[in-house]
């Protein structure tokens, strides 16, 4: 392969990132393949020592989404972490999606439950008008009492999605540089 095809088949993968972004990582690429030159190897030498540049536009995919996950955090963000991180192998389809399935599981359960509780004198006093005959204060009080619970949990689930969001996207770091063949850089 040579360096015009290099960078080409490189930028096409590169698409989703802004120009700017994509042409600084061409231009360190065309550094590569000038230093592989001054040193007397051939193009298809760099361009075979440098790998494909389809994997190596996946692993700076994913890193450009976790970094942007990081500074960000947003469903879509860290939705799409995620899915980069899938991308880099096979492998971790069952070692990043089903940590993030049970994730959000337990995330989405947790708020279920604070914001159900909540709820609940809604409910009581939506049954009281409904059917007057079967009002009992022991259901309001209980109902209030839960609803203290529901904003205790509420604020619990606050922090704990935070927590574990961020924590999630270090594992998917941590994940990706395992993926780029192993922890050397860090």
């Not at 989404?65 to 492998?91: D, Q, S």
């Not at 109902?143 to 270090?170: E, N, V």
């Amino acid at each position: 392969m040579t360096e015009k095809q290099f960078l080409d088949q490189l930028n096409t993968a590169l698409s989703k990132l802004s120009a700017q972004e994509r042409e600084d990582i061409l231009q360190d690429y065309r550094e590569h393949f000038a230093i592989g030159k001054a040193d007397g190897k051939s193009e298809e030498a760099i361009a075979d020592a440098l790998g494909s540049p389809n994997k190596i536009a996946k692993e700076m995919l994913a890193m450009y989404h976790l970094e942007k996950a990081e500074t960000n955090v947003t469903a879509g963000n860290v939705i799409r972490a995620v899915w980069a991180a899938i991308g880099l192998g096979f492998f971790n389809l069952i070692i990043v999606l089903g940590p993030f399935i049970g994730l959000v599981a337990v995330v989405f359960a947790g708020w279920v439950v604070g914001l159900s509780f909540i709820l609940s004198p809604l409910l009581v006093l939506m049954d009281a008008v409904l059917y007057p005959g079967t009002f009992a204060f022991f259901d309001l009080f209980f109902s209030i009492m839960l609803c203290g619970l529901g904003l205790f949990i509420a604020i619990g689930m606050y922090y704990l999605t935070i927590y574990l969001t961020r924590g999630f996207i270090h594992y998917l770091k941590f994940n990706s540089s395992l993926v780029k063949g192993g922890l050397k850089n860090e």
